[in-house]
């Protein structure tokens, strides 16, 4: 084999070699609908989770409009991320990141509860090695678990899936529904400090707070978010 064929052969087997290691970025949309796709199936799983373990279905959403889970959403997100940044990662690595950025998610979204509002959404307070019951143990093995799982295991199948949301049409549906997911959200979050001021017994300052007081009354709030409750009521 002369020179020029051996590098020749070389250099094909390092082009095959980093064409495997390349790897495409995915579009910004795919996050976009991993957001939805993880707080709507956050949804089910929680409802799911509830019949096992409480005998009957509960719907814990976070928002006043739409079958959705923030918290699931990002949560997705996250581990869309992870397996975006970091697909070649050993297995123990990508387990501590999903479990530090799960546990940071929240520990944040916890003290806010508490702290901003006064109120809680979950509590771990009975597992083990628990902080304030926002973040214990066994949830931290689980979130690292699960985003190990979900790198190798769904993200793949979920690029292939999403490769069909990149034609203009559902580009445009993307944008709007971003729009209206933004202003859910604000409008969810009057909500719960409206429904955390009337708690407190404040009266109503503006055209806002009493149209929040009318179309989102106590008995609406506690409906909806069955699974939300003011720590000084326990």
Known sequence: MTTDAVQEKFSGAQTVEQQS???????????FWMAMFGGILGVFMEGIFCILHLGRWETHVTSIIWFYNILYGLGGVLFYALGEFLPNARPWKQFVVSAVICDGLELLA????????GMKAWDYSQQLFNIHGWISFPMTVAWGALGVFFVHKMKPWLDHFFERFQTQGWRRLCVIMAVVFVIDLAATAGAFVRWSNRHKGYEPANAISVWYDKECDDNFMETRFVEWYFIDEV
Do not use: M, Y
């Open 110 to 117: 916890g003290a806010l509860l508490e702290f901003g509002l």
């Open 21 to 31: 290691v390349e790897h495409k970025r995915a579009p910004v949309s795919n996050f």
